[in-house]
């Protein structure tokens, strides 16, 4: 059981390894190492421990750093629980715990969750102790090579289509209800409410960061591509402050409408930015890692009018 839960962990935050960096610097665990070396690592040891425990290795060598890991990710969750409790948010507002993008929990959920996971599951685990007898030297060189190919697909994660995997973006979803946290805590925003245009008709949604050049070079074509009216409406959303929207409609001039969301809604939407999403008549169809092909939304479009 707990060496299930190591791993199912393990290969979320391995799908989004940036992710997984940025919780780790907003932790605090980068002052030794660089965060993606860190991120690697524990990612690394998530796997060894836990296909280790599934493949019955439960020697005091495994079982020993397994309760330190254990430990270490209920002092965690029990640190941000502890400041959710005196009204400190976390920063991006998102969900927390050791399940990386997939799963959104509060604070208290996550500890709570961990907690039941994997004591129990920790402590029968001591029970089962394995004193000696025949060397599990097939099984350890298994799970090291499963450590080592899980560091490697983590680094090389960020240049792969991942992000219909990794993401709760994906085409086949109602865009209507992507949302983010919950009426129990007062806190919930979803799409319907940034925006409801999604619901009838075909639309082009980019997600993206205004100071980013990625996003701000093409500023022109997506002004021509809105201009031209030949394609799916076009919205942008962003997460940008006050300050840094001024700025972009002085600099850039955009033609097209933007409209603002919270990073909780948006951050478990994409891996890096620009993404993008066609709508038709509310649900998701297609997905695109960067900006979307305006050349051949236009093109199916005057297609379909002929």
Request: hydrophobic fraction near 50%; include cysteine.
């Amino acid at each position: 059981m707990l060496g299930a839960v190591f791993l199912v962990a393990a290969w979320a935050k391995t799908l989004d390894p940036s992710a997984f960096a940025t919780q780790i610097t907003s932790e605090g665990l980068d002052f030794l190492l660089p965060a993606s070396a860190v991120a690697l690592f524990a990612l690394a040891l998530e796997v060894f421990l836990g296909a280790a425990l599934l493949l019955m290795v439960r020697r005091l060598w495994i079982l020993l750093p397994t309760a330190g890991l254990v430990v270490f990710f209920l002092f965690l969750t029990g640190r941000s629980y502890w400041r959710y409790a005196q009204g400190i948010e976390p920063e991006d507002g998102a969900g927390c715990g050791c399940f990386g993008n997939l799963v959104e929990r509060t604070p208290a959920e996550a500890f709570w969750q961990d907690l039941l996971l994997m004591v129990p599951a920790l402590l029968l685990a001591f029970l089962a102790f394995d004193r000696g007898g025949r060397s599990p030297r097939l099984r350890m060189a298994i799970v090291s090579v499963l450590a080592v190919a899980t560091a490697i697909l983590a680094w090389k994660a960020p240049d792969l289509p991942l992000d219909n995997l990794a993401t709760r973006l994906r085409p086949g979803i109602e865009a209507l209800s992507i949302c983010a946290g919950s009426e129990e805590n007062k806190n919930l925003v979803c799409m319907d409410g940034i925006l409801p245009e999604l619901a009838e008709g075909e639309h082009v949604v980019v997600m993206a960061q205004l100071t980013d050049d990625p996003f701000t070079q093409h500023v022109d074509s997506l002004n021509e591509f809105h201009w031209a009216a030949k394609g799916p409406s076009l919205w942008v959303l962003t997460d940008a402050t006050e300050e840094e929207l001024f700025t972009f409609r002085f600099s850039h001039a955009p033609s097209f409408e933007m409209r603002e969301a919270p990073p909780a809604l948006l951050r478990p939407l994409y891996r890096t930015l620009p993404r993008s999403f066609l709508v038709h008549d509310g649900k998701v169809v297609e997905t695109y890692n960067g900006l979307p092909p305006l050349d051949q939304l236009a093109e199916s479009e005057d297609a379909s009018n002929q």
